[in-house]
């Protein structure tokens, strides 16, 4: 997030449609992981994952489906002391994914990777 005289503008990252080059096969999601480097995930970052054009996850405080608990945290091997790895098992199926990070609160955050666990079925 970056102020500027007092007033915040929103941190959003979006990715583009992954389709993981097997652009025909329907991919059946298990995990999404995080290397991020966040002082306070459960109030300053919301997460939101597309299986095609349907939302599939949404962690934000508003969603009462989807449970901040469920996220796994992993030790990460980079450089920086304070990143980990974020994990997350998520069910979805889809020929592309999406994956999208917003932030509203001034703190600090950064994102130095993320990755999908998938398994591809074989086109019809």
């Known amino acids: 997030t970056y102020s500027d005289l007092g007033h915040k503008y929103q941190l959003r990252f ?3 449609h992954h389709d993981f080059s097997t652009v025909y096969a329907a991919k059946k999601l298990k995990e999404l992981q995080l290397l ?19 939302r599939i996850w949404n962690v ?16 990460s091997y980079y450089d920086n002391g304070t990143s980990q790895v974020y994990k997350l098992k998520i069910k979805g199926k889809g020929r592309t994914v999406k994956l999208v990070i917003t932030q509203t609160d001034d703190k600090p ?13 074989s086109p019809r």
Do not use: N
């Open 14 to 16: 979006e990715s583009k």
């Open 36 to 54: 991020a480097s966040v002082a306070d995930l459960d109030t300053s970052v919301e997460v939101y994952v597309y299986a095609d054009e349907t």
């Open 60 to 75: 934000a405080e508003t969603d009462t489906t989807s449970d901040r608990s469920m996220w796994t945290e992993g030790k």
């Open 109 to 121: 955050f950064s994102l130095y990777g993320y990755g999908f666990i998938f398994k591809t079925k």
